[in-house]
C-alpha cells in the first residue's frame, strides 16, 4: 500500500523525481503532443517548410479557424502539435521575445535564440510547484544571416535541430518517410514536395486542401509566407495527392 502511494506521489508532483530519474507528467505531456495531429518541418538549401495536419471535425467549422502554423516575425515561423491552446501561450511568448530583441537591440532575433528562449520558458514549467508542463511541441523555423535554421522545442524544455522532422500524431511512420527521401540538395518546392507526401503517406495517400496548412521561409526573401486553400491545392495537384472525393469529416479534432 505504501509503495502505491510512493507511486502515485512521483505521478502527481511535476516536481518530484522517481526513483529511477523520471518525471512522470513531463513524460504525460509528450503523449499529448502525440494525440495531436502531425505537423512536419523541413530545411532546404533554399529555405523551410511548415506543413500541418489541420483535420477539421464538423463541416460546419471553419477551416481557418484551427490554427497551427503562426508567423512569430517576419523570418521565424512555428508550426505546433498538441493542446492548441498551450501552444498559443507559446506563441505569444515567442512574438514578444521578438520585440523585446528588435527594440534592445535593433535587429531580429536568431532562430536558435528564440527556440532557446521558448524553451528556457517551457523548463521553467518543469519544476515550478503547483503548475504543470505545457502539453505541446513547437517546430521553429526561420532564416538566420540566410542560412535556413529547423528547431524543435520538447515538453521537458530541450531543444533540437533538425534537417526534417514531424510531432504529432503518426511521428514514428513521418520520421521514417523524412529519413528515407530526404534530399539535402532539393529545392523549395522540393521540400514541400517532400513535407505534404509524408502527411499524404499516413493518409491513404491523398490530401484536401482545406484540411492542410503550409508556409514557407524562404532564403531569398527573409520572410514569411503562409499558403491559402488556391495555392494549397495546385501543389497537391501538382504532386498527385489531392483527393478527388467530397470533403468528409475527420475522426477527430487536434487537442
Known amino acids: 500500500m505504501q509503495g502505491q502511494q ?28 502525440k494525440r495531436g495531429t502531425a505537423s512536419i518541418g523541413v530545411r532546404t538549401k ?10 477539421v471535425p464538423s463541416p460546419l467549422l471553419e477551416d481557418s479557424s484551427v ?40 535587429e531580429p532575433i536568431g532562430v536558435e535564440t528564440l527556440t ?25 523555423g526561420g532564416i538566420d544571416n540566410g542560412e ?20 504529432g500524431s503518426d511521428r514514428g511512420e513521418l520520421q521514417e518517410y523524412l529519413e528515407e527521401n530526404y534530399d539535402e540538395e532539393a529545392d523549395l518546392d522540393g521540400g514541400i514536395a517532400l513535407a505534404l507526401d509524408a502527411l499524404a ?8 486542401p482545406n484540411e492542410v496548412g503550409l508556409a514557407t521561409i524562404d532564403v531569398e526573401s527573409e520572410s514569411f509566407e503562409q499558403f491559402d486553400h488556391d495555392t494549397i ?10 483527393d478527388e472525393g467530397e470533403e468528409g469529416d475527420a475522426d477527430e479534432a487536434d487537442e
Open 116 to 140: 532557446k528562449e521558448v524553451t528556457d520558458h517551457i523548463q521553467q514549467y518543469t519544476q515550478v510547484g503547483g503548475a504543470r508542463p505545457f502539453g505541446v511541441a513547437l517546430i521553429v
Open 67 to 106: 490554427e497551427k502554423i503562426h508567423k512569430a516575425d517576419n523570418h521565424v515561423g512555428i508550426a505546433s502539435a498538441g493542446h492548441v491552446a498551450d501552444a498559443r501561450q507559446l506563441i505569444d511568448f515567442a512574438r514578444r521575445q521578438t520585440q523585446v530583441n528588435q527594440l534592445r537591440y535593433g
Open 148 to 167: 535556413p535554421r529547423l528547431f524543435e522545442t520538447d515538453p521537458s524544455g530541450t531543444p533540437y535541430e533538425w534537417k526534417a522532422l514531424a510531432v
Open 233 to 242: 491545392e495546385s501543389h497537391l495537384e501538382e504532386n498527385d495527392l489531392l
Open 201 to 208: 503517406s499516413v493518409n491513404e495517400g491523398s490530401l484536401l
Open 46 to 55: 533554399d529555405g523551410v517548410v511548415l506543413a500541418v495536419d489541420k483535420r
Open 6 to 33: 510512493q507511486q502515485q506521489a512521483y505521478d502527481r508532483g511535476i516536481t518530484i523525481f522517481s526513483p529511477d530519474g523520471r518525471l512522470y507528467q513531463v513524460e504525460y505531456a509528450r503523449e499529448a503532443v
